[in-house]
Nanobody, 125 residues
Framework: QVQLSESGGGSVQAGDSLRLSCEAS????????VGWFRQAPGKDRVFVAA??????HYADAVKGRFTIARETDTGTIHLQMSILKPEDTAVYYC????????????????????WGQGTQVTVSS
């Protein structure tokens, strides 16, 4: 069983940047797929980004502003968020599963069987 822990959330102004981090414990997670999802108040949890088999996939809403990256030595996954907008406000969740996905299937949260507790990101205008 993998335990995921997110960090790096906070309150910022529109146009600012934040970097979220996801660390895994319990079992090394140097392979497989790791993704980020977010859930705004009253809305469904939606896909943000994923890294799988060396590929990176992004939701259209964040493409060009967010970057997902995996640290080779630690396995920590980062989500670098730039040019933040008020609509980026949400709880951000790290998720992982021991397999690979395509640009389409990575967006399906049902593939992910390990989830963190989430970290709040609030962007003010």
């Amino acid at each position: 069983q993998v335990q995921l822990s997110e960090s790096g959330g906070g309150s910022v102004q529109a146009g600012d940047s934040l970097r979220l981090s996801c660390e895994a414990s319990g079992r090394a997670f140097s392979r497989g797929t790791v993704g980020w999802f977010r859930q705004a108040p009253g809305k469904d949890r939606v896909f943000v980004a994923a890294t799988t088999r060396g590929y990176r996939h992004y939701a259209d809403a964040v493409k060009g502003r967010f970057t997902i990256a995996r640290e080779t030595d630690t396995g920590t996954i980062h989500l670098q968020m730039s040019i933040l907008k008020p609509e980026d406000t949400a709880v951000y969740y790290c998720a992982a599963f021991d397999g690979f996905c395509t640009a389409t299937s990575c967006r399906d949260r049902r593939l992910y069987n390990n989830w963190g507790q989430g970290t709040q990101v609030t962007v003010s205008s």
